[in-house]
């Protein structure tokens, strides 16, 4: 059974960092493009970015939103995703899903974590 | 950027209703088209993909349809476990961009 667990949400104040992890398990983690995707509270959902696989050199993409700010990574042998964000915003405060693509159904969600939220505040 | 405008923003329909969302594109982005369910306080969960192709384990009366920039998600007889609210998701080209999503409440 595929499983996406994500950690590391909290209170921060603005200007500061955090780490969101993902821990994958049940598919071939390896073999997967990654996102993450946010939903600000009561509202919809927003793309913030993707780390490709190694067959495609780990490359990055980025909402304009978060790029700069945001850095997605990734460490295959411990099937595990993440998002280091810095210089955070009150505006950036969402929970935060981790999704595996798959490039086999149109490089579409098949797969999400439950979220963990992440609150900017002072 | 490609945008994606769902209409309607919200429907109040009954059970056994015929229910129809759409999503229109910006820019033509062939079948490169999900749909995605969300109940309150859960992640989402696909419906369909490449426009028209039904998740496995989802039940047969949501369909989807379209190309190129118009989109339609259809739900032939809505069930009492279908209220929630649905989002479409282009990924043709970066950034993705997800609909403003369709709540769909009980009439």
């Known amino acids: 059974e595929v499983q996406l667990v994500e950690s590391g949400g909290g209170l921060v104040q603005p200007g500061g960092s955090l780490r969101l992890s993902c821990a994958a398990s049940g598919f071939t983690f390896s073999d997967h493009y990654m996102d993450w995707v946010r939903q600000a509270p009561g509202k919809g959902l927003e793309w913030v970015g993707r780390?490709?696989?190694?067959?495609?050199?780990?490359?990055?993409e980025y909402a304009a939103s978060v790029k700069g700010r945001f850095s997605i990574s990734r460490d295959d042998s411990k099937n595990s995703l993440y998002l280091q964000m810095n210089s955070l915003k009150t505006e950036d405060t969402a929970v935060y899903y981790c999704?595996?693509?798959?490039?086999?159904?149109?490089?579409?969600?098949?797969?999400w974590g439950q979220g963990t939220l992440v609150t900017v505040s002072s | 950027d490609i945008q994606m405008t769902q209409s309607p923003s919200s429907l109040s329909a009954s059970v056994g209703d015929r229910v129809t969302i759409t999503c229109r594109a910006s820019q033509g982005i062939r079948n490169d088209l999900g749909w995605y369910q969300q109940k309150p306080g859960k992640a989402p969960r696909r419906l369909i993909y490449?426009?028209?192709s039904l998740q496995s384990g989802v039940p047969s009366r949501f369909s989807g349809s379209g190309s190129g920039t118009e989109f339609t998600l259809t739900i032939s007889s809505l069930q009492p476990e279908d209220f929630a609210t649905y989002y479409c998701?282009?990924?043709?080209?970066?950034?993705?961009?997800f609909g403003g999503g369709t709540k769909v409440e009980i009439k």
């Open positions: 780390t490709r696989n190694k067959a495609n050199s780990y490359t990055t």
């Open positions: 999704a595996r693509v798959e490039a086999t159904n149109g490089y579409s969600f098949g797969s």
């Open positions: 490449v426009a028209s």
């Open positions: 998701l282009q990924h043709h080209s970066y950034p993705l961009t």
